[in-house]
């Protein structure tokens, strides 16, 4: 079993920033990939960004390339997501989660951290 714990959510306005960090504990050698996903009210789970724990392959929904960065500490097993220019469709619960592949569905899912950003 991968225990993923996440923090860093909040409240800002359009154009801040937030960083959200993920740790992951327990059994983590099979979690090669670990990402983030996000849930809007009335919207499915989108995937936002993913990473290869190993090498640092990185991988970005359309909608934030250019404004989020995940970024590991393989040490920690720690995955980040620096979130800049933030505009109000970025309100959502963001969700840690880990793999082996990323891409394939994630296996293991934190419990989530609210982002709100306003107008």
């Known amino acids: 079993q991968v225990q993923l714990v996440e923090s860093g959510g909040g409240s800002v306005q359009a154009g801040g920033s937030l960083r959200l960090s993920c740790t992951a504990a327990?059994?983590?050698?099979?979690?090669?990939?670990m990402g983030w996903h996000r849930q809007a009210p009335g919207k499915k789970r989108e995937g936002v960004a993913s990473i290869y724990i190993s090498v640092g392959s990185a991988y970005y929904a359309d909608s934030v390339k250019g404004r989020f960065t995940i970024s590991r500490d393989k040490d920690k097993r720690t995955v980040y997501l620096e979130m800049n220019n933030l505009k109000p469709e970025d309100t959502a619960m963001y969700y840690c989660?880990?793999?082996?592949?990323?891409?394939?569905?994630?296996?293991?899912w934190g419990q989530g951290t609210q982002v709100t950003v306003s107008s």
């Open positions: 989660a880990a793999g082996s592949s990323c891409f394939e569905p994630f296996t293991y």
């Open positions: 327990g059994n983590t050698s099979s979690s090669n990939c």
